[in-house]
């Protein structure tokens, strides 16, 4: 496995998330928590253009990852280094760090800072979400966590396998917690208690805001139990998605998206962003 990781081929990568998001496409099919209203593809096809600018902008600042690791693994750097691991528990915690400070606090960070929401909020948005909706980042947001990443690894010492086993598994999970499925009521609760389970992060692109805000993490959910930022919804059926001042129809389209961090925010959304 660490050869592999080590050696993986950038179309094995592609060929994992689109593998992944084709199945779930179909998963999200047979047994939907919502049915889908609107046009399925155009939808899709608004969320796939910021995947593909999502990636652009991940290949863009690849050489910055790769370095950081390289350097932390050649000179032993990082806290994970200190501790003297075996393998293993290495890469768990590595794993774990990652998601830490790569996904969940980058996250809690955007809802907190005015300026820095206003580029994730095109992410609530969406009024459909489905596993097409886990990349639907602002280039610039994707620029945060790039940089929220190169953080993580250069603080905890991360050998590129494990960076690359890391970045398979969080975009799979995103494109799982993110997806249009009905899993059973145990089996969702169940999972929550060890990874963002699907019902869990519905909870999060809720249009209320206490529930906008929690529910941060992407691959462990112990983040949330951990900090505090976790909340439950029995009924996920209830919940109403996007955000109240975004329902117009133009902004499920590719261009007003982009703009929305340099559009003049309505009354509305500048007391939101005062509150995040």
Known sequence: M???FEHIPSYYRTVILVAGLVLLWIIEGVIPRLQFRGDK??????????????????????FLIVKASEWTTEKQFGLLYLLRLPVWLHAVLAIMMMDFIGAYLVHYIQ????????????HHIDKAVDATTALRHHPVESVFRVVALFAAIAAMGVPIWMVMLYQSVSAFLSQFNHANIRLPYWADKGLSWIIV??????VHHSRHQPETDSNYANIFSIWDRLFGTFVSVKDTTSLKYGLDEYQDARYEQIGPLLKVPWEEAPEHDQQTSLQQ
Not at 111 to 122: G, T
């Open 2 to 4: 660490i050869d592999f």
């Open 41 to 62: 593809y155009r939808h899709a096809g608004t969320n796939l253009f910021f995947t593909l600018t999502t990636a652009i902008v991940n290949l863009g600042f690849a």
């Open 111 to 122: 809802h907190k800072i005015a300026w820095m929401w206003h580029f994730h909020k095109i």
């Open 197 to 202: 389970s699907p019902d869990m992060h519905k």
